[in-house]
């Protein structure tokens, strides 16, 4: 009898685990007057080689997928990121359209932000603007800075570091398949990329 309690407890608090990795708290973190982009190279490298979630926004920083056997997409709670939510977490930006303003998230707080990749690169409302336009070309060097982004209708990357010839290491939330990973892009010579920047930088902390 005791052996059939201790598995039925095991199999109870194995669920319970399971369900408390799942549901991530929908957000938490806090205001902060000071953003680099420094810190955002930093803060966005802990989300590379974890999963893709399309409308996710939570991470573990253990480098796999923690919630592989969750439904494809839908914002169904899984672990990881998609474009857009990786960029606005990373740019410490606040969850209110528009806002200029500067909040950290933790890794594991599963919010994404109000911003698709189109509405950023259209303007963010007012939270952030286009450096570059469609095509940026391979002479827009001096006009984009590492941890500015490059985003279409549909996707979003941020420039991670600056390369020739238009192409660039582009950290990104790419695929269920593929997580969120470090990959050499020609985004900058696409006609479908605006290169865009956050507004409200800070300098140094």
């Known amino acids: ?17 399971v369900a408390l990795l799942v549901s991530k708290p929908v957000e938490a973190g806090y205001s902060i007057t000071c953003w680099t982009r420094s810190n955002a190279v930093s803060y966005s490298y802990t989300a590379l080689h974890e999963g893709y979630e399309w409308g996710g926004g939570w991470w573990t920083d253990n480098n796999y997928d923690d ?4 439904p494809t997409d839908g914002g169904s709670g899984c672990e990881g990121p998609d ?6 977490k990373s740019w410490a930006m606040v969850n209110s359209w528009g806002s200029t303003g500067k909040y950290y998230w ?15 690169r259209d303007g963010c409302g007012g939270a952030c603007y286009d450096v570059c336009t469609r095509p940026c070309g391979s002479g827009s060097y ?6 500015d982004a490059f985003a279409k209708s549909g996707h979003i990357g941020l420039i991670w570091s600056e ?10 939330a790419h695929s269920n398949n593929a997580g969120v990973i470090l990959s050499e892009r020609s985004y900058r010579l696409s006609s479908s990329y605006d290169g865009v920047r956050r507004k409200n930088w800070s300098t140094s902390c």
């Open 163 to 172: 390369g020739s010839d238009g192409y660039d290491d582009i950290l990104e």
């Open 83 to 88: 474009c857009s939510g990786l960029v606005f």
């Open 106 to 120: 933790y890794a594991g707080d599963n919010v994404h932000g109000p911003y698709s990749s189109t509405s950023f």
């Open 67 to 70: 919630t592989p056997s969750c």
């Open 142 to 147: 001096s006009l984009t800075i590492p941890m």
């Open 1 to 17: 009898m005791k052996s059939r309690v201790a598995i039925l407890t095991g199999g109870v608090l194995l669920g319970m685990g």
